[in-house]
Each structure stands twice: as structure tokens, then as C-alpha cells.
């Protein structure tokens, strides 16, 4: 299994190297890959039928408790040969399609990494794997979608569909972090092992459903997250027919299935999904009625359909279930077969648009029997697997767990509505008369005729003999997620009964509807003003908001002043030390411990108090840098005071050398500089005098704590005996820290080349700024 | 003599911070000089200030007899005076250069890089 999954990934990787040889002729050799994995797949039937699962496991990072596991049972099994089977109809297409396309090779590669991540995606037992396909499956959508990269609209929607389906990623990777977390493991079989009811009674059950929700509601396009699939319709018509409506969007169903024996059952999970299928098959299959573009119809209508899906499988019911499976198997192959027809007369006319295509049976006649068949499939007519899905649906729909009623009543307005899509895109390009302006259109070459057909023959095969499918895909299906599979028994004939008759409702009021309603320009701008409250434009107007209020963010903190940035860094100090120190406000100094004051200290403080206000304001450059020398000298003072010859002597020097340099540097710069007004200095004199306070607080508090004399004790005590120095402060900085000693020496030695570097420096006449 | 150091140390702060604040280079130097100082003396004045005892071992001893001023700290603020004289020297002759390339003292006309001006 793992090399079939691989498979996809080599091929894309020898595309790199050998992409000429598939660019040209042989492009169409490239669906061998995904033929040969149908077979591949097809060959696991009988096993599947016999209830049997096959495993393979591999060991990737055992220390996480993530490996490479994956399982076939009879859910993965459908999907797979629903991803190769269309794969391989999609691969021969292109080939003609994008017909020495320059880029063919790039185009090949995207399609067989998707199809290879797809695989993994429905194969992985593994929940942190089955995350890395999915969002693998993303990535390659993004580059299919954003394709025809010279147009702006295509690159839009690409980043669209990543952004949305990217956030549905996070929630997946959160989603079954918290899973791992309740179960304590991440492989799905492992999960499925344990008593539901321990799951369902954590108490971060919920948060994995939302998440889980979060994720599949993204990736399958449901409300309110559907409007990048209309935007992804953008890319090449393979890939509209692949991913965005076969396969891909299709993930979040399956991650739904995969979950609903694990998570299902519960109420939240149950009324989230009938009530978000609802709204968003409804939502969208009404939206389906205002578009002129084809494809923008089939979007619409796919959306929808999803929608049924989710809904489907909320119920949670054996019917639903069954009802659920048929009707992936019925969409995949009437909606594929539509995109792929649509996708023909896009290229042979140049057109998509529905009000001017009519009459094309008479030039395109195989292209139009195939449509047509997806057509009465879509819209549920007899004898195609379509009536069988929508009689399953209604069934279903009929015995549902909640407000059944009102539920069946929205299910057979989107009929009607899908009917009307369906119609619309299968069969109003083909009647009428034929225009002049397409009298010319030639029919396109087998390889891009024969797909649609072989699918639409399949919608009529399975509708005559539906117990192909039952047993092969059907059962195992609905079994792996829980129901009772020995209950279903498909027919095309299911006798005269209520759903018979609303069935018969529906494909009537829907042909009137299509008869009635012609899909025009005029509706869709109608419509087109309501945009402005859509899903899309609220976040469009979210980013751009998003975008402004972070620019200015920037502007205002970050606007290149060095002053501005000391300003916020000390005021959110203030705030913040200031606003602890409040709640303690206590000062308990001892002050008989404290030294006494004597009179030529006093003498000192005063002379450095008065230097200090001397340097900070006096107008005269030289007299602020010889009071800032006094400043220095008079703490040199206090270091001899209080023990500290050795600090005492190099402050002295230091002090000394600083105010020779700045006295050699000063007489070449230019008059001292008092540019700020007087507000500007009140407000920093202000915060800087909080600040001082505040230092000023916190010394006296620390001083009021205990101190610890350990290490000096340490240092006391063997400087003789093992250093044998006797000055200690001497003896720490070249023995005890020497090494540190050496280091600051090498960045005095850095600073000083540094300084000569710059005074030697020769500067040209062009490096000045005139 | 604690209080009065504190207050000293806070108004060294103060002052520093003032200056980093004004628009002149060498007001911004003599501002990081300042907070330097009043660094020092915080560090010297939380590792407890002792009159006239510097750690230095007596003549004919090998270990202290009397109590002495803990040398951690003194080790510490030497360091950061050689250091910081290191970051002020280069300041400065920065500044000088500066000076000379762009003929002015004001942070603000010095925002622009050379594409821009």
C-alpha cells in the first residue's frame, strides 16, 4: 500500500527531471500510473466483501508515537477508487486538454502529488499522517488553482482556497492533538478499539468535535466557509473536475465518516452536521440559480451536494448512511462527467457562458449524450444510480431524528434546485438551435470525449444493476461506519410509496422550474449586489481592515525614532513594575543598621546632586561633559568611602580618559543643540523622574530584604589558599574569572580597533552629504 | 547613607533617561554615561555598602580576621566600568564621524538612509 501511495510522489519527482518526454506526444502515458492503481485496488474487493481489513504498518517517529499505518477497509476502499478511477480519466484529458501546454510537465507533477496525498489521506490509520496528507492535499490544490499564474483573479483565488483550507488544517492538527490527548493514541484502529463512552464522557469531547468540524467544514466547502470553491474554479478544467468536485472536497466527508464510529452519535455531533448541511445545501443550490458561467453552475451545485453529505451523514442512521455512500458514488460521476463536458465546450467553443451556448448536440454529439445522461442522473430520473440516490435520500431523510418534516421539505427544494443545475449545465448547451457564431466548433479528439462517456455509462450501469455496487462498496462502507450493512438492499424500484410521489414532485416542479427560470446576466448582476454581505466580502473587508489596523500598529510603535521607542519601553516599565509595587507598598528599612551619614558624604551627595542637574541643563556642551567628570569623581569618592580602592581607581581613570576624548572630539561639532519645545521636555522631564523614583523604590526595598554573602564568603575564604592573591577583588578578575577577564579584554580590543578604524578612515568627497 | 545613595542612584537614572530622550547625539551619549553610572552604584550600593573595611587579606594572614566588604559585587562593577568606557569611546569617535559625513547633531535628520536623502 505504501508504495502505491509513493508511487504518485516518485512520479511527480521523475517529472523534474524527464518532464520534456511528458510534455509532448507521450503526455497521455502518464495515466498509466493511476490506471494501474485502480487495478491495484480493485483486486482488494473480494477482501473488503468479506468484511476483512488490510493493514501495513510503518515505523516513522516512534518516539511521538507517530508512524506510517494504513488501512483499507470498505470507506477507504471507495475513496480510493474513486481518486484512481477519476485520476486515471483526468490524466488521459489533460493530455488533450492542455495540449503541449508549456508548463504540462508542472501540471502533471501538481496532479500526481494531489493524487498521491489523497491516497495517503484516506489510507492513513495514523491521525498525525492522515494531518500531513491533508494538508499536502491543500498545497497541491494551490498550485492547480492558481495555475494560469499570469492572471490576477486565478493567483486571488489560489491564495483564497489555501488561506481557508490552511485554517481548516490547523483546526485538524488541533483536532486530533486533543484526540490523542483523550484516547492516548494516535492511531485511528487503536481509537476505534476503546469504549465510546470514555471518549464521549471526557470533557474535552466537545473541543475535538469543534476542531474536527472546523477542519472538514473548511476543506468541503460548507457554510459559511464555501466561497473559495466558486474561486477555485479558476484552474484548468481537470483539475475543477478532480479535486473540487470529485475527490478533494470530498475529504472533509470522509474525515466525517472516518470520525462519526469514534465521536458520532452524540447530539452535538448529530444537529451540527444536519443543520450546517442544511443551511449550506439550500444555501448554496439557490445560489446556483444566478450564475451564467457554467462552471460557476456546477460549483454551486457541488457545494450543495456536499451539503446533502454532511447532512446525510449527521442523521447517523443505517438508511442515511447507505444513503450517504450511494450518493458520493452518484455525484462523483454525474458531476465529473458535467465538468468534463463543460470543459469541452470551453475549449472547442471558447465559451462557458450558458446564455449563449445552444444547439451543440448537432456538432458535439457523443459530448452531449454523455451530458445529458449526467443530467437525469443529477436530477434523480430513472433508470440512472441518481434516482436510486435520491430515493435513498428522501428514505432517509423521511425517518430522521429530528424535525424530519421540515428537514424533507428543504431536501426536495435543493433537489428541485440541483435539478435545475443539472439541467442547466447538461442539457441547455446541447438544445435549441445552433448559433451561427458556433457552427464552426469541431469535435475534440477521443481522448477528451471518452472520459465523460465511460462515466456516464457508469451512471446508467450502476442505475440498472445497482448490485454492483451494493455488495463491492456499498455494505463495506456503511459498516465501517457503524451501521448495520445487512439491512441494505438497493433497487431501482422501491414500489409506489411517499417517496415515490416526492419524487415525482420534484423532477416535475423541477422541469417547470427549468422551462420557466432561463439563466440570465441580468439575475446574476441582480444578485451581484447582494455580494457586499457574503461570507467572502466580510472577510475580504476583515483583511483589509486586518491590514490597516496593523500598518498603523506599525507606524505608531515602530516609527524609526529612537527617542519614541526608549519613551514606550520605559512608560510600559513603569506601568508594569509600578503597578506590582503598588500592591506592596510597605517599607520596613531598619535604620540602625543603616551606616550614618557623616559630614563630608553629605558634602559629596550634595556636589554630585548639583553636577548631575548641571550636566542636564546647561546650554553649554563642554560645561555638561566636565560637570558629567564631576559626576564621575564624586563616585569615585563613594567607592573610597565604602571600601572599594581597587573601583575607586579605575573609575578615576576611566572618568578621566572619557572626558579627555569627548573634550578632543567636541571642538569639531557644531553649536550644543536645544531644538525640542517646552512640552516635549515637561513630558519626558516627567517619565524619566518616575523612572528615577521607581529605581530609587526598588533599591530601598531590596535593601530592606536579607542578603546572601555566600559566594563572596567562597572567594574570602580561598583567594589566599588557593589563588594565593590577597586582594580578592584582584584575585576573582584574573584567577577566580580569569577567562571572563580575557573576553572582555578581546572586546575592549574590538572597540579600540573599531575606534581607529574610524579616526583613520579617509572620507572621499562622494561620501558626503551636501 | 543608604537613603541618600538610593535617592543619588534614582537621580542618576532619571537624568539618563532624560537624555536619551533629547535629540542631540551627544546628549545621547552623555545620557548612556549617566545610566551607566547610576548602574554602578546600584550594584555597589544592593551588594551592601561597608565603611573602611575593602576586602583585601591582612599582611600576616591567610583568611579574614574582621568582617570586609563583599568583593562579588566590587568584581562585577569593574568590569562594567572597563566595559561600558569601551562602548563610550567608540560612541564618541562615532559621533565625530557621523558628524563629519552628515554635518549635523540631530537624531532626526539622521533618520534617513542614504537612498532615501
Not at chain 1, 410 to 428: D, E, H, N, S
Not at chain 1, 587 to 606: G, H, K, Q, R
Amino acid at each position: 500500500m505504501i508504495s502505491a501511495i509513493l508511487l504518485g510522489f516518485l512520479f511527480a519527482l521523475l517529472l523534474v527531471f524527464a518532464g520534456k518526454f511528458f510534455k509532448g506526444k507521450f503526455a497521455v502515458l502518464s495515466s498509466l500510473i493511476p490506471l494501474g492503481l485502480f487495478l491495484y485496488f480493485l483486486q482488494f474487493i473480494p477482501e473488503i466483501m468479506e468484511g476483512k481489513v488490510v493493514k501495513e504498518s510503518y515505523n516513522w517517529v516512534p518516539s511521538f508515537g507517530v508512524n506510517l499505518g494504513f488501512t483499507l477497509d470498505g470507506l477507504s476502499l471507495l475513496f480510493c477508487l474513486m481518486i484512481t478511477g477519476i485520476g486515471f480519466l483526468v490524466f488521459a484529458y489533460t493530455s488533450a486538454y492542455l495540449h503541449h501546454h508549456k508548463y504540462l510537465d508542472r501540471f502533471y507533477g501538481y496532479l500526481s502529488v494531489f493524487m498521491a496525498a489523497m491516497l495517503g489521506l484516506v489510507l492513513s490509520d495514523n491521525v498525525i499522517s492522515l494531518f500531513t496528507f491533508w494538508e499536502l492535499t491543500s498545497i497541491s490544490s494551490f498550485f492547480l488553482i492558481g495555475f494560469n499564474n499570469t492572471q490576477e483573479a486565478s493567483r486571488k483565488s489560489a491564495l483564497t482556497a489555501l488561506g481557508i483550507t490552511g485554517l481548516g488544517g490547523m483546526f485538524l492538527l488541533a483536532g486530533v492533538v486533543v484526540l490523542g490527548n483523550i484516547t492516548g493514541t494516535f492511531s485511528i484502529a487503536e481509537m476505534l478499539n476503546m469504549s465510546p463512552e470514555l471518549i464521549k464522557g471526557n470533557e474535552y469531547y466537545t473541543l475535538a468535535v469543534i476542531m474536527l468540524f472546523g477542519a472538514a467544514f473548511t476543506k468541503s466547502a460548507q457554510f459559511p466557509f464555501h466561497f473559495w470553491l466558486p474561486g477555485a474554479m479558476k484552474a484548468p478544467t481537470p483539475v475543477s473536475t478532480y479535486l473540487h468536485s470529485a475527490t478533494m472536497v470530498k475529504a472533509g466527508i470522509y474525515l466525517v465518516m472516518r470520525f462519526t464510529p469514534i465521536l458520532g452519535g452524540e447530539e452535538i455531533w448529530n444537529t451540527t452536521l444536519i443543520v450546517v448541511g442544511a443551511v449550506t445545501m439550500l444555501y448554496s443550490a439557490v445560489h446556483s440559480l444566478f450564475r451564467t458561467d457554467l462552471k460557476g453552475v456546477l460549483a454551486y451545485s457541488t457545494i450543495s451536494a456536499l451539503g446533502i453529505l454532511m447532512f446525510l451523514i449527521g442523521m447517523g442512521t443505517t438508511e442515511s448512511f447507505t444513503a450517504a455512500a450511494v450518493f458520493i458514488i452518484v455525484h462523483a460521476l454525474y458531476k465529473a462527467t458535467l465538468f468534463l463536458t463543460t470543459g469541452i465546450i470551453d475549449h472547442q467553443t471558447g465559451t462557458r457562458d450558458v446564455t449563449v451556448l445552444s444547439g451543440l448536440r448537432k456538432v458535439l454529439m457523443p459530448v452531449g449524450i454523455a451530458a445529458i445522461i449526467a443530467a437525469i442522473s443529477s436530477a434523480g430520473i430513472p433508470p440512472t444510480v441518481g434516482f436510486l440516490g435520491k430515493e435513498l435520500t428522501y428514505e432517509a431523510t423521511m425517518h430522521a431524528p429530528i424535525i424530519a418534516t421540515v428537514l424533507l421539505v428543504g431536501i426536495v427544494i435543493t433537489k428541485m434546485l440541483l435539478l435545475w443545475a443539472g439541467f442547466v449545465a447538461g442539457i441547455k448547451p446541447f438544445q435549441g438551435n445552433l448559433p451561427d457564431s458556433l457552427k464552426d466548433t469541431k469535435m475534440p479528439g477521443p481522448l477528451m470525449w471518452v472520459p465523460p462517456v465511460i462515466l456516464a455509462v457508469l451512471s446508467l450501469v450502476f442505475g440498472i444493476m445497482p448490485f454492483i455496487i451494493e455488495g463491492s462498496l456499498i455494505k463495506p462502507v456503511v459498516a465501517t461506519l457503524g451501521g448495520e450493512s445487512g439491512e441494505i438492499h438497493l433497487a431501482l424500484w422501491h414500489g409506489f410509496n411517499t417517496v415515490f410521489i416526492l419524487s415525482l414532485v420534484t423532477i416535475t416542479i423541477g422541469t417547470i422550474l427549468y422551462f420557466v427560470l432561463k439563466p440570465s446576466a441580468k439575475l446574476e448582476t441582480a444578485v451581484g449586489k447582494l455580494e457586499f454581505a457574503s461570507p467572502k466580502s466580510l472577510m475580504e473587508k476583515f483583511n483589509t481592515g486586518f491590514t490597516y489596523v496593523s500598518s498603523f500598529w506599525t507606524r505608531v510603535f515602530q516609527n524609526g525614532y529612537l527617542r519614541n521607542y526608549v519613551f514606550i519601553i520605559i512608560f510600559f516599565l513603569i506601568g508594569m513594575v509600578g503597578y506590582s509595587m503598588l500592591g506592596n507598598t510597605e517599607f520596613n528599612i531598619d535604620t540602625s543598621e543603616l551606616s550614618n551619614v557623616s559630614f563630608y558624604e553629605l558634602v559629596v551627595f550634595i556636589i554630585m546632586c548639583i553636577a548631575i542637574l548641571f550636566t542636564v541643563f546647561t546650554g553649554s556642551r563642554l560645561s555638561a561633559v566636565v560637570a558629567m567628570g564631576v559626576v564621575g569623581l564624586t563616585i569615585c569618592l563613594v567607592f573610597v568611602f565604602y571600601s572599594a580602592p581597587d573601583l575607586a581607581m579605575t573609575q578615576f581613570s576611566i572618568d578621566t580618559l572619557t572626558v579627555i576624548l569627548f573634550v578632543l572630539v567636541l571642538y569639531r561639532l557644531p553649536r550644543y543643540l536645544k531644538i525640542q519645545d517646552h512640552k516635549m521636555r515637561i513630558r519626558d522631564g516627567i517619565l524619566s523622574l518616575l523612572f528615577g523614583g521607581m529605581i530609587a523604590a526598588l533599591a530601598l526595598k531590596v535593601l530592606s530584604e536579607p542578603v546572601n554573602t555566600e559566594i563572596g564568603d567562597f572567594y574570602a575564604k580561598n583567594s589566599y589558599i588557593m589563588a594565593h592573591g590577597k586582594n580578592v577583588v584582584n584575585v576573582i578578575l584574573v584567577d577566580f574569572r580569569g577567562a571572563d577577564t580575557m573576553i572582555e579584554i578581546s572586546v575592549l580590543t574590538i572597540a579600540a580597533i573599531g575606534v581607529f578604524g574610524l579616526l583613520k578612515l579617509r572620507l572621499k568627497r562622494t561620501d558626503r552629504v551636501q | 547613607m543608604e537613603i541618600l545613595l538610593a535617592i543619588l542612584v534614582g537621580l542618576l537614572y532619571a537624568s539618563g533617561i532624560y537624555m536619551i530622550l533629547r535629540r542631540s547625539l551627544v546628549k545621547l551619549i552623555i545620557g548612556i554615561i549617566l545610566l551607566g553610572n547610576g548602574a554602578n552604584l546600584l550594584i555597589f550600593l544592593l551588594g551592601r555598602i561597608t565603611k573602611g573595611l575593602p576586602p583585601i587579606i591582612p599582611e600576616n594572614s591567610k583568611v579574614f580576621l574582621e568582617a570586609y566588604a563583599d568583593p562579588v559585587p566590587q568584581a562585577l562593577i569593574l568590569t562594567a566600568i572597563v566595559i561600558s568606557f569601551g562602548l563610550q569611546s567608540f560612541a564618541i569617535i562615532l559621533v565625530k564621524r557621523a558628524h563629519k559625513v552628515v554635518r549635523t547633531d540631530d537624531l532626526d535628520e539622521m533618520n534617513a538612509t542614504d537612498e532615501d536623502s
